[in-house]
């Protein structure tokens, strides 16, 4: 078969349509686009953390389990390309969430939404057989990677930065409120100060008319 960047392009748009439209599958490539979409968008373009890899891990190996359910039901231990793909997403995911629970950096590589979710979104297809799992659709979903990954880049620039100005009104309310504890703590100190000074006064000027008084009947 000869392989070109127009067959490689239509190998691609089926599969891409696939995980869109085909109703025996949404139910997995629905909830991993809105992870992968709602993490890059407003969540890791702020801050990735530990946390945020452990969750990823969990989510992919999910889906690596769901893919494991579809070949043991079907009885495909044979086919050794899904079974291969399987093993090798749910044990690097578990991988990953093991790294995260131990706070190793390379989690904070392998724990990031796109790679893991574009894959998984793309193989979907493969597992349950929608996709042939040729040669050409497979070099298809591994050539369009980075052409996905920056179509997704663009789209994060162009979206605003909610979480920042969310962020920024949190420190903005942090100063109000440091601010006005600061001058409720200065009120309780000259209050504390006028209330020390009457008591000074009062019991001063009770002494000096007992000792007046005193003194002047001792004489």
């Known amino acids: 078969m000869t392989i070109d960047i127009i067959s490689l392009f239509q190998a691609f748009s089926t599969i891409f349509v696939s995980?869109?439209?085909?109703?025996?599958i949404i139910w997995v490539t629905y909830p991993v686009y809105i992870v992968w979409f709602s993490m890059e968008?407003?969540?890791?373009?702020?801050?990735?953390?530990?946390?945020?890899?452990l969750a990823n891990s969990i989510i992919f190996s999910w889906v690596s389990v769901d893919w494991l359910r579809h070949i043991y039901l079907h009885h495909e231990f044979d086919d050794y390309n899904k079974l291969i793909l399987t093993i090798f997403f749910l044990?690097?995911?578990?991988?990953?969430?093991?790294?995260?629970?131990?706070?190793k950096k390379i989690a904070k590589i392998l724990?990031?939404?796109g790679s893991f979710a574009y894959f998984q979104i793309m193989f979907t297809p493969f597992i349950y057989g929608i996709i042939e799992f040729t040669y050409i659709n497979f070099l298809a979903v591994i050539i369009f990677y980075p052409l996905m990954y920056f179509a997704v880049?663009?789209?994060?620039?162009l979206v605003?930065?909610?979480?920042e100005e969310e962020l920024e009104g949190k420190k903005f309310e942090e100063e109000n409120n440091?601010?006005?504890?600061?001058n409720f703590a200065e009120s309780n100190l000259q209050y504390s100060q006028q209330n020390y000074s009457n008591y000074y006064n009062y019991y001063g000027y009770n002494y000096g008319n007992y000792y007046g008084n005193y003194y002047r009947y001792r004489r």
């Open 41 to 53: 968008l407003f969540i890791e373009r702020i801050r990735f953390t530990y946390g945020h890899s």
């Open 178 to 182: 440091e601010e006005d504890t600061d």
């Open 111 to 113: 724990g990031r939404t």
């Open 153 to 157: 880049y663009v789209i994060d620039r």
């Open 160 to 163: 605003p930065e909610f979480i």
């Open 91 to 103: 044990s690097l995911s578990i991988f990953t969430l093991i790294a995260s629970i131990k706070r």
């Open 19 to 24: 995980t869109l439209t085909n109703v025996e």
